[in-house]
């Protein structure tokens, strides 16, 4: 749902197609199922890995929030 918005209020037409992100804690197949249930746009779906970071050039790491950083933020009231 979010894409469509992106789509309608940010994009300009020369962007590429919009992609989504399903970020997820822990793998979860039941959350996965449901939260793509209605999408009819193609995805792909990964495993995150850690060392991924850790081999970026440090002008690609040093812009990245830490997993940490990530927590945090994704742990906050999701109503503010």
Do not use: Q
Not at 14 to 40: F, Q
């Amino acid at each position: 749902m979010y894409m469509a918005a992106v789509d309608d209020l940010l994009a300009h037409a020369d962007d590429k197609p919009t992609i989504g992100l399903l970020l997820c804690k822990s793998k979860n197949n039941l959350v996965a199922e449901y939260a793509l249930r209605t999408t009819s746009m193609p995805i792909g779906v990964s495993e995150w890995k850690a060392e991924i970071v850790e081999s970026l050039p440090e002008e690609f790491a040093s812009s990245l929030p830490t997993i940490s950083e990530l927590e945090a933020e994704l742990s906050g009231d999701i109503s503010e």
